[in-house]
Nanobody, 123 residues
Framework: QVQLVESGGGSVQAGGSLRLSCAAS????????MAWFRQAPGNEREGVAG????????YYADSVKGRFTISQDNAKNTLYLQMNSLKPEDTAMYYC????????????????WGPGTQVTVSS
């Protein structure tokens, strides 16, 4: 079974950077669409970035384009999210997820989730 564990969250000031990591069970990234989601209190869970092994065009939400970069290292079984120029509105719990396709970023299409890592950005 797929097991996912996030790390790298923390508290930073606006304009700062963080890199999130998602450690996965072996061979996960060659078999599944991988994505980062986030959820702030009172809001719905939303897709942030997604990638399929070997894909040339990863998905990014409009709100993070140009600031966040998703990547994966199959040999290390690790997914990354580099977050630059952070804004207070980026504050949320961030989740790593795995699903069968990358055609939709609805949380309902992703069956495997990590426990989450908190990102807090202050002004």
């Amino acid at each position: 079974q797929v097991q996912l564990v996030e790390s790298g969250g923390g508290s930073v000031q606006a304009g700062g950077s963080l890199r999130l990591s998602c450690a996965a069970s072996a061979d996960t990234y060659s078999r599944y669409c991988m994505a980062w989601f986030r959820q702030a209190p009172g809001n719905e869970r939303e897709g942030v970035a997604g990638i399929y092994a070997g894909a040339d065009s990863p998905y990014y939400a409009d709100s993070v384009k140009g600031r966040f970069t998703i990547s994966q290292d199959n040999a290390k079984n690790t997914l990354y999210l580099q977050m630059n120029s952070l804004k207070p509105e980026d504050t949320a719990m961030y989740y790593c997820a795995a699903g069968p396709v990358c055609d939709s970023w609805s949380p309902a299409f992703f069956g495997y989730w990590g426990p989450g890592t908190q990102v807090t950005v202050s002004s």
